[in-house]
């Protein structure tokens, strides 16, 4: 069992005096190249750990622990964090922290000094869960590569700007539906789970942000891999006023090619890319994959 040979007593989390001191002892500047913004509020990292859902046999990713604010509280609900974390000062400083604070809870922790956008492998059991509060400027593309990466994950809880958790959940048809929405919904059932406000980072970031909850599901079947599955989203939403004859036009080359995949995929022509969900856009995959088999592209 997860929790043998622990103390009742949870770790001692992280308050704002604690982060600046330890930011202060460690000589720590957050730059924003990093995303590098802290939690300093002890209630909220304890709803994240809640919101999680996490098990006690959960193996959980977490991408860019910093000072450790969130780190020690997903080590008293799961088995095992790995942590991955491309800042050398703030990845060698972690373990002391963690058992300084919560020592009955250190040997479940696993520092990955790496950046996330460049891992390839994680050591140890496959994870199951990936719970992090994501730098702002790679947000989309570490969860999706760590998506794609690890298919033994099959859920978590990620913290993201709010403009783009809501991109992340969005429906088709929506506002705020695009590329992420239909990458995401590849992987995962995606949902809001909440907000988070700017006043409980250090430094205080000027947009607040979103908590985005997922499951993992299989993808859509088709007949050809993903990467050629994301080529026509990208296609599709690269110029949003365009209908898909047009948009796939510039991959394809030809209107009729492209109506042609379009028909295989009951798929109007005349639609827009934000009006498909991922099977549809599978499907028109297929279509464009079959059109190049007939025509010998």
């Not at 780190?71 to 922290?97: G, I, M, N, Q």
Request: glycine residues 8%.
């Amino acid at each position: 069992m997860a929790n043998q040979g622990t103390s009742s007593a949870g770790p001692s989390l992280l308050g704002p005096a604690e982060v600046r001191l330890l930011a202060e002892r460690l000589g720590l500047r957050p730059t924003k190249q990093r995303g590098q913004n802290f939690v300093i509020d002890a209630n909220t990292v304890r709803r994240i750990a809640r919101a999680a859902a996490l098990r006690e046999d959960d193996v959980v990713v977490e991408v860019g622990p910093g000072l450790g604010s969130l780190t020690l509280a997903l080590l008293e609900h799961a088995a095992r964090v790995v942590a991955v974390e491309v800042d050398p000062l703030l990845s060698a400083a972690l373990p002391a922290t963690v058992t300084e604070r919560a020592p009955s809870y250190a040997g479940r922790l696993e520092v990955v000094a790496a950046d996330a956008l460049r891992v390839r492998s994680l050591p140890g059991p496959p994870p199951t869960a990936l719970v992090a509060n994501l730098p702002y400027n790679v947000s989309v593309p570490v969860l999706l590569h760590l998506m794609a990466l690890l298919p033994s994950l099959r859920h978590g809880l990620v913290m993201v700007q709010a403009e783009v958790a809501d991109r992340l959940a969005a429906p088709p048809g929506s506002r705020t539906y695009g590329v992420p929405s239909v990458k995401a919904a590849w992987f995962a059932d995606v949902r809001r789970s909440g907000s988070v406000s700017r006043h409980v980072f250090w430094p205080e970031p000027n947009v607040d942000s979103g908590l985005v909850a997922w499951t993992h599901r299989e993808p859509p079947p088709c007949s050809v891999g993903r990467e050629e599955v994301f080529a026509v989203v990208d296609a599709a939403f690269a110029q949003r006023r365009k209908t898909l004859r047009a948009a796939l036009r510039q991959v394809v080359g030809s209107v009729q090619d492209v109506e042609a995949a379009l028909g295989h995929a009951g798929v109007d022509p005349g639609a827009r890319g934000e009006s498909l969900g991922v099977d549809d856009f599978a499907r028109v995959a297929d279509g464009l994959a079959r059109v190049r088999t007939v025509s010998g592209r």
